[in-house]
């Protein structure tokens, strides 16, 4: 079945820790995005690519960063820059095809700062 | 960006049709209006999306004003897995790029009794 699968579930990191969350979609989509979802809030946008070795920042970029090496996969590294990293972490994707089925969400990796 | 504003939270009767409501009065022309569900720690799932004109899919109903300054997502016959929150969004232009982001709010939460 094609989807997004975010991994992984749950992550626990120190403080000073970099750590990265992996999404991997076979959807053949090009663009692809990263949220962060606060609880009790709507979903943040904090990067986007649109197209394989591009990508741009979102609102919320600061403390973040992120590559697009390959068109299926879009990891989001949580720096120690950023100074309040635990959320929902959600990846998503779109192709030409939004018109008809609009984005794909992956099931999301809710990361803790411990 | 045009905002949306929906009520906070809902309740539905079981096999009930439930009429979930969103004020867009700053919409512009060409923006389309989308919605979407999200599921406890789940990603937001897409529902339907429109410009103009009502829109049926097999998932729900989208009524919008003829004034565009209001729309209304109708689910038929509410089941228990329909309880989740439900975001209306409005974004500049169709699909197709990742420059149409959406901008989430907090959405209305529904709750559905048997």
């Known amino acids: 079945d094609g989807g997004i699968t975010q991994s992984p579930k749950y992550l626990f990191r120190k403080e000073g820790q970099n750590v990265t969350l992996s999404c991997e979609q076979n959807?053949?989509?090009?663009?692809m995005y990263w949220y962060r979802q606060d609880p009790g809030q709507g979903l943040r946008l904090i990067y986007y690519s649109q197209i394989v070795n591009d990508f741009q920042k979102g609102d919320i970029a600061e403390g973040y960063s992120v590559s697009r090496e390959k068109k299926e996969s879009f990891p989001l590294t949580v720096t120690s820059a950023q100074k309040n990293p635990t959320a929902f972490y959600l990846c998503?994707?779109?192709?030409?095809?939004?018109?008809?089925?609009?984005?794909?969400f992956g099931s999301g990796t809710r990361l803790t700062v411990v | 960006d045009a905002k949306t504003t929906q009520p906070n939270s809902m309740e539905s009767n079981e096999e009930e049709p439930v009429h979930l409501p969103c004020n867009h009065s700053?919409?512009?022309?060409?923006?389309?209006i989308h919605w979407y569900r999200q599921l406890p720690s789940q990603g937001p799932e897409y529902v339907i999306h429109?410009?103009?004109s009502n829109v049926n899919n097999r998932m729900a109903s989208l009524a919008i004003a003829e004034d565009r300054k209001s729309s209304t997502l109708i689910l038929h016959r509410a089941t228990l897995r329909d309880a989740a929150v439900y975001y209306c969004i409005l974004s500049g232009g169709n699909y197709g790029g990742a420059t149409n982001k959406l901008i989430f709010g907090t959405g209305t939460l529904l709750a559905v009794q048997p």
């Open positions: 429109g410009l103009t």
């Open positions: 998503a994707s779109i192709g030409a095809e939004g018109l008809d089925y609009g984005y794909t």
């Open positions: 959807l053949n989509h090009d663009a």
């Open positions: 700053t919409i512009s022309g060409t923006d389309y």
